[in-house]
């Protein structure tokens, strides 16, 4: 599975790749060109990865599902890989209301969490 998201500061395009050996690639982008540099490969977990595409608080982000959650966000010009502290989630999206802005919905076996 492949998303793409930009990073707002500097406008560079980051495409994002995660693979079914729990592997999440995360490559720059050139817009112009069509070249991918700076290709990184970081082990998220044991199962195959699920990308899902956020916006948090106005900016784009990526999650990440493997054997556990990971967000990728851009934050002062640099791609961020954090991982949340939660266990194993099947599915998520971001949610927004008047109370809570920016957060994810998920399910997590049969519950939403």
């Known amino acids: 599975m492949v998303e793409t998201h930009a990073n707002a500061t500097t406008g560079t395009l ?7 050996n729990g592997l ?8 112009t060109s069509g070249t991918l540099t700076d290709s990184r490969a970081r082990y998220l977990g044991t199962m195959p990865i ?7 608080r106005g900016y784009p982000a990526v999650l990440a599902l493997s ?20 266990g194993h989630l099947n599915c998520a999206a971001a949610f927004d209301s008047e ?3 920016g957060g994810i919905v998920a399910v997590s076996q049969n519950k939403l969490r």
């Open 14 to 20: 980051y495409m994002i790749a995660g693979l079914s």
């Open 24 to 31: 999440l690639m995360t490559t720059k982008l050139d817009e």
């Open 50 to 56: 699920k990308l899902f595409k956020l916006t948090i």
């Open 67 to 86: 054997s556990r959650p990971w967000l990728s966000y851009t934050y002062q010009g640099r791609v961020h890989l954090t991982p949340l502290s939660y």
């Open 99 to 101: 109370g809570i802005q």
